[in-house]
């Protein structure tokens, strides 16, 4: 019996301009947790579509149990009880919960090839039991959280008998409560046979279920090794191929009068009595536990959900806000959680997305200037380093940190004073985090004042001048960033909310 399942030798890819893949291997063991790392654009998605029968490898030799293979389309995966697990899943939303697990593949009868509504109901339920899932399998998925979603996929996958399943970033979007029902679904899917690639850029995620870790680096094999014989250090230089020491900026930057004021804002059911300063040049955090209420309370300054009650002030004077155009107007900016939901247009090119939050600057008489749209996105682009070909590439050809840096240059194509970036750095790599990190800093040093949502107490520590803790819709402490610490931060993220933070935070 072959000692890996799954094995790759010397693959090569190369797409028009770039090469994806260079002479790339890879082993895989039976019933392994084996776990994939690597910046955005280091040869990850493509490594994937090879195995899933996406793309054709140019060179290089495939071999599944001890014999070589070749998939030349996805079915050909399939067949092999191959199957993949997306961050940005491929989910038919207005279909039952039963329809997206049997979708390619359902139980029919007799020459008309009738549904088995019932038994493909019954078997579903099956497979959600099996997976400590109580989900209805009759209800609509666009009701499901993106956790129960994934579950969904890996039922799916489970119905189609699968013993290779890669999982791609499952845990970018999960609370840490859903992190720990992933891990025992993996752990039990492990423990039935089953080979899982699990793909993250979360130290967390490879320490708590891999028994080996890989290493892909601009399109190159780095390394592969034991979960336990590789420090985080070492791991981190692997991925990026240099020396990370200070992760986050050296806070030097001066912090000015103040720029932002919430005073008693509150939405009914979602927030109450929000108070607030924000100065110029200050990075402010805010933290807590999903569903605490902090993006809600950012999108309704932003104008995109209307509040009940409680004042604004930008500069000493009150403002209103009552849609996105006039918060934009006044100097506010948000970049949200989901960039591509509500940040970018994937299907257009990189300059018409950075310019489209203020088209006015490049038209005259009503007539655009395209010369001076591309020109505008393309020294955005450089302050930002961004990574494109050209800026007539399409925001969807880009890796997660390209498509980020995107969204902030889109924003500051604007006029601005405040930036709400929420969740800026979610999805992506250690070594963009650093860069985002080092943008993030000096804009807050060029004087806007910063508002960061973050579900990463590292990233806030080392952010932040000054701290928030959020609960259930109410502020319940605040700290200066470079005295707090983690256990303070979730501690005041569990409690209720009281008084005494007021004379601090006001």
Known sequence: MPEFILELKSIDKAFPGVKALDNVGFQLKKGEIHALMGENGAGKSTFIKIITGVHEPDAGEIILDGSPVRFRTPKDAQKQAIAAIYQHGAIYPWLSVTENIFMGHEEVAGPLKTIKWKAMHSKAEELLRGLGSDLDPRIEVSGLTVAEQQVVEIAKAISQNARILVMDEPTASLSRRECDELYRIAEKLRDDGVSIIFISHRMEDMQRLASRVTVFRDGKLIGTWGV????????????????????????????????????????????????????????????????????????????????????????????????????????????????????????????KNITLSDLGQFAKYSVMKPKKERAKAKALGELLALKAPTVFDKASSMSGGNQQKIVICKLLNTDLKVLILDEPTKGVDVGVKSQLYEIISDLAGQGYGVILISSDMPEILGMCDRIATMREGRITGEFIGSEATQEQLLQASMSQAGGAYEKVLN
């Open 228 to 351: 336990g014989d590789i420090s985080n250090h070492d791991l981190i230089s692997a991925m990026v191929g240099r020396e990370i020491n200070q992760i986050y900026p050296a806070r030097n930057r001066a912090i000015g009068e103040e720029v932002f004021r919430a005073q008693g804002l509150s939405r009914k059911g979602f927030f109450k009595d929000i108070s607030f300063k924000l100065h110029k040049g200050e990075i402010l955090g805010f933290s807590g536990l999903v569903g605490a209420g902090r993006t809600d309370v950012m999108q309704s300054i932003f104008g995109v959900e209307p509040l009940d009650s409680g004042k604004m002030f930008l500069e000493g004077k009150e403002v209103q806000v009552r849609k996105p155009l006039d918060a934009m107007k006044l100097g506010i900016g948000l970049l949200p959680e989901d960039r591509h939901k509500q940040g970018l247009v994937l299907d257009w090119e990189i300059f």
